[in-house]
Antibody
Framework: EVQLVESGGGLVQPGGSLRLSCAAS????????MTWVRQAPGKGLEWVSY????????QYADSVKGRFTISRDNAKNSLYLEMNSLRAEDTAVYYC??????????WGQGTMVTVST | EIVMTQSPATLSVSPGERATLSCRAS??????LAWYQQKPGQAPRLLIY???IRATGIPARFSGSGSGTEFTLTISILQSEDFAVYYC????????FGQGTKLEIK
């Protein structure tokens, strides 16, 4: 079964850090581009970051540029999002998604990040 | 940044009827437009890509049209499972989503 499973979310204080992981299974992870998308409580979807299949091309939304770092380990079939200098407005469910020629065709179930004192 | 604007914010339609959702881009995105469906507590689901191509497994009652800056998602005969929030997304210049249209039962 093709699957993405996020982990690493939780409660963190403003200014703190968190590392999210996304474990892929059921497909050849190393051949797919990947993205992170987030959704604040009761709000819409916001694209966060993109990484190419080899990891050589990376892009971020302006709202997280300089604070978040996307990476991947193709040997471990895993995608990561390192989040630093977290703010209250980063509170959201974070989804990883597979990029296919059709679009973002496979999504994980999401992991909740809460930034609060 | 390309800004995507969806209308209406909420659409009330009866089962069996047709629903038409709109999405406008602040600049041309050619046909680089996708539609997603999201139900409460679930991840988004890809419906349409390339503005008009149904994703794998998507029923034929879902159709997309448009190019440039104006796009439409049509659900021809609404089923109970179609009531959800729908998002458009451009991938002409990286990615950005519209704010969503909530399709509710009338």
């Amino acid at each position: 079964e093709v699957q993405l499973v996020e982990s690493g979310g939780g409660l963190v204080q403003p200014g703190g850090s968190l590392r999210l992981s996304c474990a892929a299974s059921g497909f050849t992870f190393s051949t797919y581009e990947m993205t992170w998308v987030r959704q604040a409580p009761g709000k819409g979807l916001e694209w966060v970051s993109y990484i190419s299949s080899s990891g050589t091309t990376i892009q971020y939304a302006d709202s997280v540029k300089g604070r978040f770092t996307i990476s991947r380990d193709n040997a471990k079939n895993s995608l990561y999002l390192e989040m630093n200098s977290l703010r209250a407005e980063d509170t959201a469910v974070y989804y990883c998604a597979r990029e296919d020629i059709e679009g973002q065709d496979i999504w994980g179930q999401g992991t909740m990040v809460t930034v609060s004192t | 940044e390309i800004v995507m604007t969806q209308s209406p914010a909420t659409l009330s339609v009866s089962p069996g009827e047709r629903a038409t959702l709109s999405c406008r881009a602040s600049q041309s995105v050619s046909s680089n437009l996708a539609w997603y469906q999201q139900k409460p507590g679930q991840a988004p689901r890809l419906l349409i890509y390339g503005a008009s191509i149904r994703a794998t497994g998507i029923p034929a009652r879902f159709s997309g049209s448009g190019s440039g800056t104006e796009f439409t998602l049509t659900i021809s005969i609404l089923q109970s499972e179609d009531f959800a929030v729908y998002y458009c997304q451009q991938y002409e210049n990286w990615y950005s989503f519209g704010q969503g249209t909530k399709l509710e039962i009338k």
